[in-house]
């Protein structure tokens, strides 16, 4: 855990300095453990904590290894529902299910199709092919119509799990097999804690949007690697 928490912590104080917010002492302990969140993308470090600590303990208790993963896709499911009825956001748990069953399934069929560069092509093709309509209903539905809320979000679970198939096709494929894709797959993690700091930046700079991505994404690289070089010499230390 200290390889999340540490980063995380280090990142809320970062944030707390940065913010500046006059705050009780104990609203400020609050922020910087991340208990109130004082930046709103990290309810997603909170889900991982809890998908991490029941991924040991169903990895501990039981032996069985198809046992292990029905109890733990139950379990997050179930965490799921949990944070649906007091967050209202639903499904945040099934990619962590899909990453389970990508972990643990036989993918020697889709590895031999990966191989095939027209069967790969087909695939990935397929996939943002149907990527691209969920989306795009999701979104008129969402922004248009007045369609019942789950019936909206049952659209934007099936529309956010074909977008994280896409990204492990193209990992599998791709980026996984280039020198950049590897680097910035070592300091994505440092990336995400930083980067609405870098979008923040570069928004009081710029209204052009295309500037504001393009120069966040840089600057948030150069954010991010240097963060990663100080937050793994303070966990080797700490681990000592």
Request: aromatic fraction near 16%; glycine fraction near 4%; charge should be positive.
């Amino acid at each position: 855990m200290s390889s999340i928490l540490i980063p995380f912590w280090s990142a809320n104080i970062i944030y707390v300095i940065i913010k500046q917010k006059s705050s009780s002492i104990l609203c400020l302990i609050e922020n910087i453990l991340g208990i109130k969140l004082i930046c709103g993308h990290f309810w997603y470090i909170q889900s991982i904590i809890v998908f991490y600590v029941l991924f040991y303990m169903c990895a501990k208790i039981f032996k069985d290894k198809r046992k292990m993963i029905v109890i733990l896709i139950i379990l997050s499911v179930i965490y799921d529902i949990w944070w649906q009825i007091n967050n209202k956001i639903i499904g945040q748990s099934l990619p962590f299910v899909l990453g389970i069953i990508f972990a643990f399934a036989d993918l020697e069929l889709l590895e031999k199709k990966l191989n095939d560069a027209k069967q790969y092509l087909l695939i990935v093709f397929c996939a943002g092919g149907i990527f691209s309509f969920t989306f795009f209903t999701w979104s008129i539905l969402k922004w248009h119509i007045d369609f019942p809320v789950y019936f909206i979000s049952t659209i934007g679970i099936v529309c956010q799990n074909i977008f994280v198939i896409l990204v492990v096709l193209l990992a599998m494929k791709f980026i996984g097999n280039s020198i950049i894709g590897k680097y910035i797959g070592k300091v994505s993690y440092e990336i995400f804690l930083l980067h609405q700091i870098a979008i923040d930046i570069f928004k009081n700079l710029s209204q052009n949007i295309t500037v504001v991505i393009i120069c966040s994404i840089g600057l948030v690289i150069l954010l991010g690697s240097a963060f990663h070089w100080i937050m793994e010499k303070l966990i080797k230390r700490v681990n000592r």
